[in-house]
């Protein structure tokens, strides 16, 4: 399996992410939503969105471990973020930097995206993210 991550010419940049992810393998990882719950489904870093954000990355990496597969497999993570506004873009890029360093993302990031939302399942959470990978 291999998962070539590229950003073509013309493409909006500067990004911390790439725009494109092609993959080849056979087998799919799908991680549902992770949010900011340790083991015992116990709230971490309430009100911290940074906090937030490493803790979900924390569980998506043990999804995704379940399944034989880590980042480096990962062709997309897409987030979900509470109450959203571009002012918040800093605390969330910090949760995201020291993850990475964390969990051994690849740097650029995968192809990702960032959604606005109302609300989350409950009101303590603040984030949630999906990740896709591709295995042999």
């Given amino acids: 399996m291999s998962v070539e991550l590229l950003t073509p010419e013309g493409m909006f940049q500067p990004v911390p992410y ?4 092609v993959a080849t393998g056979a087998r799919q990882v799908h991680v549902a939503g ?3 719950r340790d083991g015992d489904a116990g709230p971490v870093a309430s009100g911290d969105l940074a906090g937030q954000v490493v803790q979900a990355l924390r569980n998506t990496a043990r ?3 379940g399944a034989g597969a880590d980042f480096s497999d990962v062709v ?3 987030f979900f973020a509470v109450d959203w506004t571009p002012d918040k ?3 969330f890029m910090a949760g995201i930097e020291k993850a990475a360093d964390e969990l051994a993302i690849p740097r650029p990031f995968p192809p990702l995206s960032l959604i606005g939302v109302d609300y989350l399942f409950e009101p303590d ?3 949630e993210v999906e990740a896709y990978a591709v295995l042999d």
């Fill in 18 to 21: 790439h725009h494109v992810s």
């Fill in 34 to 36: 992770q949010i900011a």
């Fill in 63 to 65: 999804g995704l471990a």
């Fill in 76 to 78: 997309r993570l897409r």
């Fill in 89 to 91: 873009a800093g605390e």
């Fill in 125 to 127: 959470v603040l984030v």
